[in-house]
């Protein structure tokens, strides 16, 4: 994305206080513009809802008037947000940056991300007794680094009203929603890649469990199942999956998949194909007596390599075979 404007508000729920700029933001501070730049990268690459705000959502009516120019608009926009986290017990204070700009093929995108504080310490020059005291005081309106992941914020097409949305749950007002699409921007997302993929992990537990096959057997083949599908197709096949962890046992495949299309699961769900072909790509085992075990998901099921060998005592021993050198990386 290409952004043209961004400006920034306080939202200091702390001290009941919206302070809203009247200027944006110096694009020219490259400082700033890098500042910006990876937040807004940083939203567009976290567990994206994708959802849709109609012709009557107020607030796509907001940002497609014609009436108010962009501070305006964001100003309106702050607002809205603040009057409504002030009724949040968990919902933090932060900055609310807003930004606008084009993506890869001009459509006109408007964005907001809620910028939560965080408390460091830093030190603090005071005079005690006409003497200068170098003091240690907690500054509790830090901004999130711009390494960090986004919790709150979204991108909005201001011409289709199709937009990405990342959010965290808040206890709200008694209870625990994704307030930030529920009540400020009035949309029921589609779950995200993170939401369906937990619910595939509980259904494959769950089966397995019912058919007294080993957990770390099932997920094993899920994760490979995963892996595989994404680097084939892009997304991840429900029924590979089922095919890859259940076999033969047709009567748990018919669970599993029951227990996903009530869940309204689709069969392919849709991922970032290089970030879950990185995250799956080795499988980890954590042993009951302390050892860790990663292995690349090529040589997993390579039996010349590594074997999970079941004891007639009910252990599991791990042989791991044709092993030419070992080095130990330790570093400093």
Known sequence: MEIQQAILHILDKEADSLICSQKELDFSNGAVNEYVTKLVSKLGSGDIK???????????????????????????????????????????????????????????????????YKEQFTHFLDYDEEALANKIIVNKTILPSKTQRVDEGVIIDTATGNCQIVEKKYLFEGEKISYFSEKFLKTTPAPSAVENM????????????????????????????????????GNVDVMQIAEAVFEENISAKNDYLAIVQEAGIEEKIPVDPIKYEKKYSKQKFKLDNGIELTIPIDIYQNKDLVEFINNPDGTISVMIKNVDSIKNKFSI
């Open 198 to 233: 937990k619910v595939v992990k509980k259904a494959i537990r769950k089966v397995s469990g019912k058919y007294n096959t080993d957990e770390y057997i099932s997920l094993s083949h899920t994760q490979k199942a995963v892996y595989e599908s994404v680097e084939e197709t």
């Open 50 to 116: 994708e959802a849709f705000l109609d012709e009557q959502n107020q607030v796509m009516q907001l940002l497609n008037s014609s009436e108010l120019n962009f501070i305006e608009k964001s100003s309106e926009l702050a607002k809205q947000l603040f009057d409504m986290i002030t009724h949040g017990e968990e919902v933090p204070g932060g900055d609310l940056l807003i930004f606008s700009g084009v993506d890869n093929t001009s459509n006109a995108l408007i964005g907001m991300i809620k910028l939560n």
